[in-house]
C-alpha cells in the first residue's frame, strides 16, 4: 500500500478516536451532572466502553503513525512535545479509571436495585474526575500543535 494513503488512513483514525473520545466525555458529563437512575446508568456504562474505544484507537493509530508515518519516528521520539502529548494522554487515562470503576459498581448496584441512586459523595467524586479529564484533555491539542510547527524538537 503506498506510504501516503497509510499515513492518511492513519491520520484519519487518530482524528476520528479523537472526535469519538470528546464526544463520550461530553455525554458523560451530561449524564452525571444530577444522580443518574437505573436506565441512565445502563446507557453511562455503554457510554464509558465508547471512551475506551475511543483511546484505544486514539492509541494504535497514534503508534501506527509513528511507526509507519510519513514525518517518520525520529520526528516524534526526539520531539518534547510529543511526550508532553503522550503524558497528558496517560494522566488522562488515569483520571479515567475510577470513572469507569465507579460506572461499573453503580451499573451492578442499579441491575440488583432498580431503584438504585448513587450516593452524592460518590457522584461528586466522579464529577471531578471527569473535570480533570477535561482539564487534561485541552491541554493535548496545545501540544500537537506545537509539535507539528517543529517546537520540543532537541
Known sequence: MDAVIIDATLAYLHHLGIGLLIVCLAMETALVRTAPNAAVIGRL??????TGFAA?????AGAGRVMYGLKGAEFYIGNHM?????TMFALAALASIPVTIQILKWR????ADPGFQPEPKMLRRVQRHIQMEWGIILIIPLAAVLMARGF???
Open 45 to 50: 456504562a455503554r457510554i464509558d466502553s465508547g
Open 108 to 111: 451492578k448496584a442499579a441491575v
Open 82 to 86: 510529543f511526550w508532553t502529548k503522550m
Open 56 to 60: 484505544a484507537l486514539i492509541l494504535f
Open 152 to 154: 520540543g524538537m532537541r
